[in-house]
C-alpha cells in the first residue's frame, strides 16, 4: 500500500452542467478522499501557466481556451495509489474510448470537454497541488 495524493480538477463543461456532485461520489466511491477542495475562475495566464508542460502541443490553446470558459473545482484527492485510482475513475481523455462507468464515459462530451483532469504520476501531482494549494488548505483529520 502506498498512501498518495493526487489533484483533481472538475473542468468547466462538468461545473456548467452541475456535475460536480456525481463527479465527487465516484470519486469516493472508488476508495478516495477530498481533503482540499475550492471552486475557482482560471484568467488564461494562470491556464497557460498550469498547463505550460503542453505548450508545444496542437491542443495546448483549445486546452487553455476551454479551462476560462467557466469555474473550475480544484481537489486534493488521498489513498491508496491515489494517482493511478483516479487516473482508472477518470478513464480515457477522449470520452469515446473510456470505460463504462468512468467519469469521461458518463459526462464527458468530446476529447476537449472531457469534465476532469487530474495528475499523470506522484511527482506531477505534489507540483500541481502546489500550483493551487498552500498546505493550510489541505485538511487530513
Given at each position: ?46 491556464a ?82 502546489a500550483?493551487?494549494?498552500s ?7
Amino acid at each position: 500500500m502506498s498512501i498518495q495524493r493526487t489533484l483533481s480538477i472538475i473542468k468547466p463543461d462538468a461545473t456548467r452542467r452541475s456535475l460536480v456532485g456525481k463527479i465527487n461520489a465516484k470519486i469516493e466511491d472508488a476508495g478516495l478522499v477530498i481533503i482540499a477542495q475550492k471552486m475557482l475562475r482560471l484568467t488564461k495566464e494562470q491556464a497557460k501557466a498550469f498547463y505550460k508542460i503542453h505548450e508545444e502541443r496542437s491542443f495546448y490553446e483549445d486546452l487553455c481556451s476551454n479551462m476560462v470558459k467557466g469555474p473550475i473545482v480544484v481537489q486534493v484527492l488521498e489513498g491508496d495509489n491515489a494517482v493511478k485510482v483516479y487516473r482508472d475513475t477518470m478513464g480515457a481523455t477522449n470520452p469515446a474510448n473510456a470505460e463504462p462507468g468512468t467519469i469521461r464515459h458518463e459526462f464527458g462530451e468530446s476529447i476537449d470537454l472531457n469534465s476532469v483532469h487530474g495528475s499523470d504520476a506522484p511527482e506531477t501531482a505534489a507540483q500541481e497541488i502546489a500550483f493551487f494549494f498552500s498546505q493550510i488548505e489541505i485538511c487530513r483529520e
